[in-house]
T-cell receptor, first 115, second 113 residues
Framework: DGGITQSPKYLFRKEGQNVTLSCEQN?????MYWYRQDPGQGLRLIYYSQIVNDFQKGDIAEGYSVSREKKESFPLTVTSAQKNPTAFYLC??????????????FGPGTRLTVT | GENVEQHPSTLSVQEGDSAVIKCTYSDSASNYFPWYKQELGKRPQLIIDIRSNVGEKKDQRIAVTLNKTAKHFSLHITETQPEDSAVYFCAEKTSGGSYIPTFGRGTSLIVHP
């Protein structure tokens, strides 16, 4: 393992609190992504970033926010506005290129439980 | 890419049997089709991929086939082993448009010893 890391592995929060999930990569990848995984739902894209200081909403961005101040880091904040935040969150990174397809490397994930 | 449908959602086989998972897509511009394997509690990892200029690709016991006319691609696992038990995700990407892959909902493969 290594290359792309997420912390913590398990996270518990009370409803109404914001929580930030960490994602770091040392692969020198330009692109980073956040996915949410629920049983039977596959991988749903929350946010992605192609370059430092720029990011785009994915399919389910409501109630989440991100920042990309450094190439290596792409933290995700789950805000109190997210109605159903309990899920498994996966961060990924990849090389960049519209005409070339690159593998996505996933982190180990963070399981967030909100009660 | 737009939508990608993956079937079946669950597949149970006996050790030694073959397993086939199929995905269909709607965007005719899709030209890259990776497959990821996610073992229980672990991260998804790429196991095989295929580009649109190829009809089939093999890597030991796994193979992927692509039918561009029908817009579907399939993962084939032969001589299944218990360690093949995992969730498998297909994905597709479109060149020239969004470079973000679209994932299927996953297939839970259970190989019984």
């Amino acid at each position: 393992d290594g290359g792309i890391t997420q912390s913590p592995k398990y996270l518990f929060r009370k409803e109404g609190q914001n929580v930030t999930l960490s994602c770091e990569q040392n692969l020198n990848h330009d692109a980073m992504y956040w996915y949410r995984q629920d049983p039977g739902q596959g991988l749903r894209l929350i946010y992605y970033s192609q370059i430092v200081n720029d990011f785009q909403k994915g399919d389910i961005a409501e109630g989440y926010s991100v920042s990309r101040e450094k190439k290596e880091s792409f933290p995700l904040t789950v805000t109190s506005a997210q109605k159903n935040p309990t899920a498994f969150y996966l961060c990924a990174s990849s090389r960049q290129g519209r005409e070339t397809h690159y593998e996505q490397y996933f982190g180990p994930g963070t399981r967030l439980t909100v009660t | 890419g737009e939508n990608v449908e993956q079937h079946p959602s669950t597949l149970s086989v006996q050790e030694g049997d073959s397993a086939v998972i199929k995905c269909t897509y709607s965007d005719s511009a899709s030209n890259y089709f990776p497959w990821y394997k996610q073992e229980l509690g672990k991260r998804p990892q790429l196991i095989i991929d295929i580009r649109s200029n190829v009809g089939e690709k093999k890597d030991q016991r796994i193979a992927v086939t692509l039918n561009k006319t029908a817009k579907h691609f399939s993962l084939h696992i032969t001589e299944t082993q218990p360690e093949d038990s995992a969730v498998y995700f297909c994905a597709e990407k479109t060149s020239g448009g969004s470079y973000i892959p679209t994932f299927g909902r996953g297939t839970s493969l259970i190989v019984h010893p």
